[in-house]
């Protein structure tokens, strides 16, 4: 079955960088778009970022600019670079991908922005 693991989560100050990586298995990977979500306590999840097989992006308005999402077919991996982190951009952030109509999750990495 398809499998999604995140890492590179931690604590920065506001103004920092922190690079997320999901690594994916059981999966094809290279035809299908993948994803980054976050959230927080007692919001809906909310969608960051998102990438198609053919590279095409899409960004949240509160990360535009800042962040950038992009991919490795060979090496089966999303990654999530994230800049001039914002304390409001602290969450628990997940990786997605949604294949055959099923939705599938990573158990999540916190991100905490804070001095």
């Known amino acids: 079955q398809v499998q999604l693991v995140e890492s590179g989560g931690g604590l920065v100050q506001p103004g920092g960088s922190l690079r997320l990586s999901c690594a994916a298995s059981g999966t094809i990977f290279s035809i299908y778009p993948m994803g980054w979500y976050r959230q927080v306590p007692g919001k809906q999840r909310e969608l960051v970022a998102t990438i198609t097989s053919v590279l095409i992006t899409n960004y949240a308005d509160s990360v535009k600019g800042r962040f950038t999402i992009s991919r490795d077919n060979l090496k089966k991996t999303v990654s999530l670079q994230m800049n001039s982190l914002k304390p409001e951009d602290t969450a628990v952030y997940y990786c997605?991908?949604?294949?055959?109509?099923?939705?599938?999750w990573g158990q999540g990495t916190q991100v905490t922005v804070s001095s």
């Open positions: 997605n991908s949604k294949q055959a109509g099923i939705n599938y």
